[in-house]
């Protein structure tokens, strides 16, 4: 007996001493190693927001100005899809009608063919095996129908939103580029169009530039300039409100192929030209125009009767939230706001989307004037969010019959979307599934992490004003989440 006490005494003057490391300071030591990677000298002049919590205990691991305002980037779509996806439910699908004005007789539709949209964003490459799938799927049933000539105009309707086709905040001299793609109820090859450019071998042959979606709608002005060395560099501009995409920048002979994807303006306009040329190409003969219904007169009045020809139904929100939150496609996000709008007030407006927003994100705990909503993307440097109020929304969505198709959605480390070439070969690999976010001198990363001992974790890391690579903000994010991934207790 006197052995055994002498024993347990030993211990607990080893532990006093600190020579047995307890599970308490084990989890001690792990808090303390995330506090140095988010106290990096290098990151001095930066502001961190941090906050990563258990799942399964509610417990605070660690939390850095948890409750300050950031801007999130594209940690924005947090809050646009899961908004979307508790409002809609995961079979949601959005409509495309054609409708025509006249009468169909002797293999012609005398009048005018009307398509109508509410968003669907899809008709691209990602779903689909080509941008005009859908619509030669279109010119398929009319010919089934017989028809072979439409004696009038193709008319876009593109009233289930309002004219606002970029968001608040957006700068005018970044609007050329694909991120940057301008929204609308009806929209093709996401509203942009892709350039393989392929240089030529020698100063004998000529450069080409292959669209991957061509039409009349825009144009292409190459100005690049060819030389036996040096570095590619091409990129595109594109004047406001203009269609005329100019190609710049310096290429050598013989060098890889680029491809660089300038947007296009007026969504509606690029949408009926596309449809009226592929019509045509399946021998369909159209005598009018493609025409957008904001450029009729009293347009509401005059087809305010209609037939109903054609219904397409769009893959189900499950399936474009995986698209959305992946490849953090912007024009998706910004279309969902403006979906909630029109479901819920008739009129697919931003201002409509975010009351929809609120209201969704105020069943998570969050109040309304707690936040700021300026764009469904987090493209707008007017977005302002706290690691607090996206952890609520992450771990809220745990608690819905949605949580499947939610995580689902989101990019997994090392294997898909934006996270697919990072914390590869770690623990962390196919482990973290998180949204990530990037404009200049922000980034976010916020989601899900599993330890190695099973407990479930929720994080959201955010920071603004940094002035390192991006590289070096991963550098510190998925060091803590490798960490976090390697601990047991």
């Keep these: 007996m006197l052995k055994k006490l002498a024993i347990v005494s030993f211990l607990l003057f080893l532990v006093s001493c600190g020579t047995v490391n307890t599970v308490s300071n084990d989890y001690d030591l792990l808090k303390q190693e995330i506090e140095n990677k988010f106290t990096d000298t290098l990151f001095a002049h930066a502001h961190w927001g941090v906050l990563i919590k258990s799942l399964d205990t509610d417990e605070i691991w660690y939390e850095r100005n948890s409750d300050k305002m950031f801007m999130p980037a594209s940690n924005e779509k947090i809050l646009t899809t899961s908004s979307a ?26 009048g005018d063919l009307i398509v109508w949209g509410n968003g669907d ?48 905040g957006w700068p005018l001299d970044g609007l050329s580029a694909w991120y940057f793609a301008e929204v609308g109820p009806l929209q093709v090859n ?28 825009y144009t292409i002005k190459n100005e690049i300039i060819l030389s036996d060395t040096g570095k590619t560099r091409v990129y595109a501009s594109r004047d406001f ?9 310096n290429m050598a002979y013989g060098s890889k192929p680029r491809t660089i994807s300038p947007t296009i303006t007026n969504p509606t306009k690029f949408y009926v030209t596309v449809l009226k040329e592929t019509f045509e190409r399946k021998g369909i003969e159209i005598t009018g125009k493609a025409v957008d219904c904001d450029d009729i007169e009293n347009f509401e009045n005059k087809y305010a009767v209609l037939t109903e020809l054609f219904v397409h139904n769009s893959k189900p929100l499950n399936e474009i939230i995986k698209v959305l939150m992946k490849k953090s496609q912007n024009v998706y996000a910004e ?7 029109w479901e819920e007030f008739g009129l697919g407006s931003f201002e409509n989307g975010r009351k929809v927003v609120q209201k969704q994100l105020n069943k998570f705990g969050i109040n309304e004037n707690d936040f700021q909503y300026s764009d469904g993307s987090g493209l707008s440097r007017y977005n302002f969010v706290s690691p607090k109020q996206i952890v609520k929304i992450l771990e809220g969505m745990k608690d819905t019959e949605y949580w499947q198709y939610w995580i689902d ?9 934006t996270l697919k070439s990072r914390m590869k070969g770690t623990r962390a690999e196919g482990n973290v599934k998180a949204k990530t976010g990037t404009i200049a001198n922000v980034r976010g990363l916020s989601g899900y992490i599993t330890t190695e001992s099973g407990e479930n974790l929720v994080f959201s890391f955010l920071i603004n004003g940094h002035l390192r690579t991006s590289k070096q903000t991963e550098q510190i994010t998925d060091s803590v989440l490798e960490l976090i991934s390697n601990y047991s207790r």
């Design 85 to 110: 996806l508790t409002k809609f439910g995961p079979d949601y699908k959005f409509k495309t009608i054609l409708k025509y004005y006249g009468v169909i007789e002797d293999s012609a539709l005398k």
């Design 121 to 168: 964003p899809t008709f691209y490459t990602r779903l689909y095996d080509s941008p005009t799938t859908v619509f030669e799927s279109f010119a398929d049933f009319l010919i089934s129908k017989g028809i072979y000539i439409i004696d009038g105009n193709l008319i876009g309707d593109d009233n289930a939103f309002d004219d606002q086709h970029i968001g608040n």
């Design 190 to 217: 996401e509203n942009y169009v892709d350039l393989e450019i392929i240089p030529p071998g020698d100063e004998n042959s000529e450069l080409e530039i292959i669209p991957n979606l061509e039409s009349k709608y």
């Design 241 to 249: 409100g203009t269609n005329e995409i100019v190609i710049k920048g």
């Design 335 to 341: 279309t969902y706001t403006r979906l909630l709008g």
């Design 409 to 417: 959605a989101l990019p997994v480390a090392g294997v898909d979307g």
